[in-house]
């Protein structure tokens, strides 16, 4: 609950409450906290508001006081934030607007986005056209594209840390795993999100001799995303997590039917590129971005021509005209027919029926509609004794 206090706002959530420090003052008397955008496992995102221009940001407000933890904390949010200042200025990277320290606190200001996670709208519409998978993945490509030859890798791209704007154009975020990666460096830590985690990444942890990672757990990672934006699950999700990290350093994934079966061939393939085990085999951010489903003149975007718009008018009027036939044209009414067999013509048949109801209702079986013809053949052979089964005595 927030509660305004002159131009001071309280927040009355004991498990949330803002930090008052020096810093935090000074943050205080530049921007107006707001509602919570986010959680993660020592931040909290808030929307907060530029008290002198009235633009909002998200500020991301990590505590560094605790006991364990704090230091670690603390000089991991200071790689973040030196990470976050060699990246900026992409169109697809979060922008980092304002940073503010204290001995417990740090707020980081970002610009807001106010559609908030791809994860949160992946849910809301459970899967994405290919149309609007190339756009995101394209964006996303663009995005690390810029972030790698800068020399980091993120090693948490995941649909939590893509957030959108109102055109549905993305903002890489969440530089909290991020490292700057020297020439020929590699790493060796278990970070990341289970179910992202690249198989090198799996295999330098598990294995005393394997290699160390770099760049390329962040493309691995692509792949799950774009898998996962197409059909609604992850490629190697297991509820035993120890079956799922082995799916993934085999590679072991399939395009199953029924929800992969209306995805066409370019996709599956970048994805089946994506998700490589062999980080040197993998396709790279660069060779994605040239890869045909980003190319492809799909049927929606082709060029304008004059021949197929008039074959397509034609194709639809056709089919205008058999529905209207199929559904709508009334049967021709013959009076020979109608006298002799009122039952084959549609229009009489309700009619009979409404009338039959009304009058045999309580012993005619609903269910063996097509017997009731029966009832009222007006056939020179008519044998009732035949209708006997469709009638029940009440
Ligand atoms: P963490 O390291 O704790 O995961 P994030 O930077 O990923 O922190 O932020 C946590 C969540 O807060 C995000 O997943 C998102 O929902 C929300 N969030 C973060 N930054 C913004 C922003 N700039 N605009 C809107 N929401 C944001
Ligand atoms: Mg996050």
């Known amino acids: 609950m927030e509660r305004a206090r002159g131009t001071m706002t309280v927040i009355d959530e004991t498990d949330d409450v803002l930090p008052d420090s020096q810093t935090a003052k000074v943050f205080y008397s ?47 949010t200071h790689r973040e934030v030196e990470v976050l200042r060699m990246v900026q200025g992409h169109p697809y990277v979060i922008e980092l607007h304002d940073v503010f320290e204290s001995a417990t606190h740090i707020f980081l200001v970002f610009e807001l986005l106010r559609q908030g996670e ?64 020297r020439p020929g460096e590699e790493l060796y830590d278990l970070v990341g999100t289970p179910g992202y985690l690249a198989p090198e990444l799996l295999r330098a942890n598990m294995i005393e001799t394997a290699p160390g990672y770099r760049f390329e757990v962040d493309t691995w990672a692509c792949g799950v995303v774009m898998y996962t934006l197409l059909v609604g ?85 056709r089919a205008a005209v058999r529905i209207q036939r199929l559904k709508y044209t009334p049967e021709a009414l013959s009076v020979s027919v109608a006298i002799m067999d009122p039952y084959r013509i549609k229009a009489l048949r309700k009619v009979i029926d409404a009338c039959a109801f009304r009058v045999y209702g309580h012993w005619v079986k609903k269910a063996e509609g097509q017997n009731r013809a029966m009832l009222f053949e007006n056939l020179p052979k008519t044998d009732l004794r035949r209708a006997a089964p469709v009638l029940v005595t009440s």
């Not at 955008?37 to 633009?55: H, I, M």
């Not at 790698?148 to 791209?157: E, L």
């Not at 072991?252 to 085999?281: H, M, N, Q, Y």
């Open 30 to 76: 530049k921007y107006e906290p707001k509602e919570v955008l986010g959680r993660g496992v020592s931040s909290t995102v808030r929307r907060c508001v530029d008290k002198e221009t009235g633009t909002e940001y998200a500020v991301k407000i990590i505590d560094i006081s605790e006991a364990d933890h704090g230091s670690d904390i603390k000089e991991s």
């Open 233 to 317: 699950c992850p490629p190697f999700w297991h509820r035993k997590q120890m079956v799922m990290l082995r799916n993934i350093m085999e590679g072991k994934f399939t395009f199953g039917s029924p929800e992969w079966d209306d995805v066409t061939d370019a996709p599956k393939d970048l994805i089946s590129r994506l998700l490589t085990v062999d980080p040197a085999r993998r396709i790279t951010v660069r060779e994605a971005l040239q890869h045909p489903f980003f190319h492809r003149v799909t049927a929606r975007e082709r060029p304008f021509s004059g021949r197929r718009m008039f074959k397509l008018a034609i194709n639809s009027v």
């Open 118 to 181: 791809l994860f949160d709208y992946l849910t809301t519409v459970v899967t994405l056209s290919e149309k609007k998978t190339k756009h995101i993945m394209k964006q996303l490509f663009e995005a690390l594209l810029h972030v790698h030859d800068k020399s980091v890798v993120h090693r948490d791209v995941k649909p939590e840390n893509i957030l959108l704007d109102d055109n549905l154009d993305i903002k890489l975020t969440d530089f909290g795993f991020a490292r700057i990666l």
